[in-house]
């Protein structure tokens, strides 16, 4: 399956804010934004450009695609998904975002960030409802349960971004039991509940042109 195999940090600074996708180096001084307040590229200092409306539409959707790291393709389904369905479609596409397993194992805080989400439900270390699960875009529903099996329950990455995120608890639509590394979806996220700073009005008028 396609993936984005470049370096990520450039992603932030392209977008101007963390995207927090390098986990815990987002939180220290290490991190890109820190250090280089500029887009990447040699023009990266001097451009000073103004964006049209359509730029900052375009703008708005790169930083929601990549901060849940799928690609055009992907995010164009999700859309036109959202678009058919009969609630407001900007909060229903970043419902469908936020309901994928990668980043509900994310936002339970057993991996630090969404790519290493990805790589744990890939190398099979990450159960539905005691099933195992392999396909990070897999769409987590209410009550479902989701779980670091059995033999995974040892592995570091899972113990240290539990420690370091103290995520899992902050949400009200999840419930996150560390004793047990397991957590449940107990109801598809309203918009106030989700906690990404995005304009996503300005992606359902970039794709409705």
């Not at 399956?1 to 001084?29: D, H, I, N, P, Q």
């Not at 989400?117 to 009550?143: C, E, K, M, W």
Request: charged share 30%; with cysteine; proline share 3%.
């Amino acid at each position: 399956m396609a993936r984005y195999t470049e370096a990520v940090c450039k992603l932030c600074r392209r977008e101007g804010e963390k995207l927090f996708l390098k986990g815990s180096r987002c939180y220290t001084e290490k991190c890109a934004i820190e250090r280089r307040q500029y887009a990447p590229g040699q023009h990266g200092q001097t451009s000073r450009r103004k964006l049209s409306s359509y730029g900052i539409q375009l703008r708005e959707k790169q930083k929601v695609r990549r901060t849940y790291g799928v690609l055009e393709r992907q995010f164009r389904n999700y859309f036109h998904e959202a678009d058919r369905r009969t609630g407001v479609t900007g909060e229903e596409l970043l419902q469908l975002l936020e309901t994928r397993l990668d980043n509900i194992v994310y936002r339970l805080g057993f991996a630090p960030s969404r790519k290493s989400a990805r790589q744990l439900i890939r190398h099979r270390h990450v159960t539905v409802n005691g099933g195992l699960v392999d396909v990070p875009s897999y769409h987590v529903r209410p009550h479902e349960i989701i779980k670091i099996k059995d033999k995974s329950k040892n592995l570091e990455l899972v113990h240290s971004a539990l420690r370091d995120s103290g995520r899992g608890n902050d949400l009200p639509w999840l419930r996150l039991n560390k004793a047990s590394l397991e957590g449940e979806m107990l109801e598809v996220p309203k918009r106030s509940d989700i906690p990404l700073t995005a304009n996503e009005q300005l992606i359902v008028e970039l794709y409705s042109k």
